[in-house]
């Protein structure tokens, strides 16, 4: 006889981090389940295969990865090694966007430094180094505007 462990929603979701919405709206949308309920109460039941499920849903929501990539993600790992070229190029894609994320906030992180050099150059009254900050937010913010 197998024991399987049933966890309740509000464990998955303290041990995934996922809100006990957002698990509802996996089941809904697919990604997970459908889960199973308890006989007299109704109340969603996870299995083990569901938790680790959630888990790698977990993973990937905090990448940033979107509910359609999810789906592929998951379709691809159910198959095994035939789909590993294909989510080898998934995750590419994805951590290419987080590359570019990272770029654009270090050149805001760029204009908040040069704005705070600016003001602490004025709160000194030295001239000479407001005119280098300001050159500097100049260019910097020739960077930010391109992120628009």
């Known amino acids: ?19 006990e919405p957002t698990l509802r709206y996996y089941e809904e949308v697919g990604l997970v389940g459908p889960i199973d309920r308890d006989e007299r109460s109704g109340h969603r039941r996870y299995g083990e295969r569901d938790l680790e499920t959630v888990e790698v849903l977990s993973c990937l929501r905090a990448v940033g990865m979107g509910i359609d990539d999810m789906r592929t993600y998951l379709a691809n790992r159910r198959v095994g090694r035939a789909r590993a070229g294909e989510q080898r190029d998934l995750l590419l894609r994805h951590a290419e966007r987080v590359e570019a994320e990272i770029a654009a906030q270090r050149v805001r992180l760029g204009y908040l430094r040069e704005k705070a050099e600016l003001w602490d150059a004025r709160d000194r009254g030295d001239a000479v180094a407001e005119a280098v900050a300001t050159e500097r937010l100049v260019a910097t913010m020739k960077r930010l505007e391109a992120l628009r």
Not at 10 to 15: A, F, M, N
């Open 1 to 19: 006889m197998t024991v399987s462990t049933a966890y309740t929603i509000q464990e998955v979701s303290r041990h995934s981090g996922l809100s």
